[in-house]
């Protein structure tokens, strides 16, 4: 089992629709997670982080935590062209201080 | 406040070369990681510096190295490069005690 996993994508929504986002992690211990969005040929840029169980909103970017299903996700709404872009979550490691990344999934918005 | 910043941004070499890369983290930020990005694996973890010393570790050969200053500047270096290992190599910066990570622009290299 991968240490968080994401669906690859891509994810189509049309403009003005709710993309939603999911990552699963595997280690139980973990209490920080991130979400960046990276655009083709740029870096990965942080834009959401979420610490406790339930919703946070900033925005249009809502993140949802569950840490009994181990179970992370990043709703985006009335998305834009301008949101298409690969979305890597990211967790921490509860056993070291580093950051596990998926794979991230690729979100198409369709004018 | 100025962000991460990478040099070069662009590099080619030839096989068995080697190359430093470096990355000067955002003022006050202590930590400094080091990622390989490439289209099949995604972003892999190279290493993590913290007041010049190497905290993490990833899964990469010894061919792999780095470094980090007392003004918390860092390089990486790659030795014996070998085709595999053309990818964009991201840096990234975070705060003493914080998770939230940075990133610079990457350094893109590609080996012919």
């Known amino acids: 089992q991968k240490e968080v996993e994401q669906n690859s994508g891509p994810l189509s929504v049309p403009e003005g629709a709710i993309a939603s986002l999911n990552c699963t992690y595997s280690?139980?211990?973990?209490?920080?997670f991130f979400w960046y969005r990276q655009y083709s040929g740029k870096s990965p840029e942080l834009i959401m982080s979420?610490?406790?169980?339930g919703d946070k909103e900033d925005g249009r970017f809502t993140a949802q935590l569950n840490k009994a299903s181990q179970y992370v996700s990043l709703l985006i709404r009335d998305s834009q062209p301008s949101d298409s872009a690969t979305y890597l979550c990211?967790?921490?490691?509860?056993?070291?201080?580093?950051?596990?990344f998926g794979t991230g999934t690729r979100l198409a918005v369709r004018p | 406040k100025a962000g991460v910043t990478q040099t070069p941004r662009y590099l080619i070499k030839t096989r068995g070369q080697q190359v430093t890369l470096s990355c000067s983290p955002i003022?006050?930020?202590?930590?400094v990681s080091w990622y390989q990005q490439t289209p099949g694996q995604g972003l892999q973890f190279l290493f993590e510096?913290?007041?010049?010393?190497?905290?993490n570790k990833g899964n990469f050969p010894g061919r792999f190295s780095g470094r980090q200053f007392s003004n918390s500047r860092s390089e990486m270096n790659v030795s014996t490069l070998e085709l595999g290992d053309s990818a964009l190599y991201l840096c990234?910066?975070?705060?003493?005690?914080?998770?939230?990570?940075?990133f610079g622009p990457g350094t893109r290299l590609t080996v012919t």
């Open positions: 990234a910066s975070s705060r003493q005690g914080r998770y939230e990570q940075y």
């Open positions: 280690d139980r211990g973990s209490q920080s």
């Open positions: 979420i610490y406790s169980n």
């Open positions: 990211a967790v921490e490691k509860s056993s070291g201080d580093k950051l596990t």
């Open positions: 003022s006050g930020h202590r930590s």
């Open positions: 510096y913290f007041s010049e010393t190497q905290r």
